[in-house]
């Protein structure tokens, strides 16, 4: 007569399956019927740790199944919360205003923390407009020729064409035209310097060169000598001063250079 099987009870409840976890182990009928006790031992080890397997599935799947209750929801928002305060407090948002400090004795003044972003830098100033052309009288036009066309800064203007576009209001188009084409001694030397030219002084007087002293001056057409005293700044600082003879003629009651020797 053999006696009828009865099913195996299967916790129900996460309780009952931790309940399991730490209570001992009821081993099935055909593992205690093992003679040798090595073997035993063996199978007694692979069923309990399919057993603990099977807990942790259990476990885990009840717990999916499980709602939240709004005491949980409330732990989890103020844990998240409490992460934002720390990370403001002990990382501040560096893209803001930077930060103060008031050192003792110091009255209202305020530094800015070692790094901390400066301020934004203010909107550069507008570029200061081109120079109104005096074209008055000969020596005006001539002074303000010469400030135009040896000023230079060969980085920005890149080619000799910028200063003669400069120091265009005071000459003729034919004259402006014709600089355009060829580049001067000074500008080579200015480059190959790598330096930056700036006038220092100008001075007009009367031409005494042998190819213009027997021109005699006209009421529409001068002869000028022009010396300029430029500093230049590059791989070698100097000074130098270059002397031009101008013709300056009169069209329309305004004076301008029309003829340059020297360049």
């Known amino acids: 007569m053999t006696r009828e099987e009865q099913p195996e009870k299967q916790p129900g409840t996460p309780a009952e399956w ?25 199978v007694r080890k692979a069923y309990r740790q399919e057993q603990r397997d099977e807990a942790r599935r259990q476990l885990a ?52 923390e070692p790094g901390t972003p400066s301020a934004l ?3 550069s100033a507008p570029a200061s ?9 000969p020596e005006r036009t001539a002074e303000g020729w010469a400030r135009a066309y040896l000023e230079r800064n060969p980085p920005v203007d890149k080619k000799h064409s910028a200063s003669v576009r400069r120091a265009a209001p005071w000459m003729t188009e034919a004259l402006t035209d ?37 021109q005699a001056d006209t009421p529409s057409r001068v ?12 791989y070698t600082k100097y000074g130098e001063t270059t002397v031009f003879q101008t013709e300056i003629v009169r069209s329309g009651g305004s004076w301008r250079v029309s003829k340059v020797l020297g360049v």
């Open 18 to 42: 931790r309940e399991l976890l730490r209570n001992g182990y009821e081993y099935p009928e055909e593992i205690e019927a093992l003679s040798k006790r090595r073997v035993r031992r063996r």
């Open 129 to 137: 407009p081109a120079p109104v052309a005096d074209l008055s009288t």
């Open 61 to 112: 799947e009840e717990r999916r199944r499980e709602p939240v209750t709004p005491g949980g929801a409330l732990v989890v928002i103020v844990g998240i919360l409490a992460i934002g305060a720390a990370v403001h407090h002990w990382w501040p948002d560096h893209g803001g205003a930077p930060a103060t400090v008031v050192r003792a004795g110091s009255g209202d003044r305020t530094e800015e």
């Open 178 to 214: 014709n600089l355009t084409q060829f580049e001067d001694k000074a500008w080579g030397r200015l480059v190959s310097n790598g330096g930056v030219s700036k006038v220092k002084r100008v001075s007009v007087a009367a031409s005494d060169d042998e190819r213009t002293r027997l």
């Open 223 to 234: 002869w000028r000598k022009v010396s300029v005293d430029v500093d230049v700044a590059g």
């Open 121 to 123: 830098p203010s909107p």
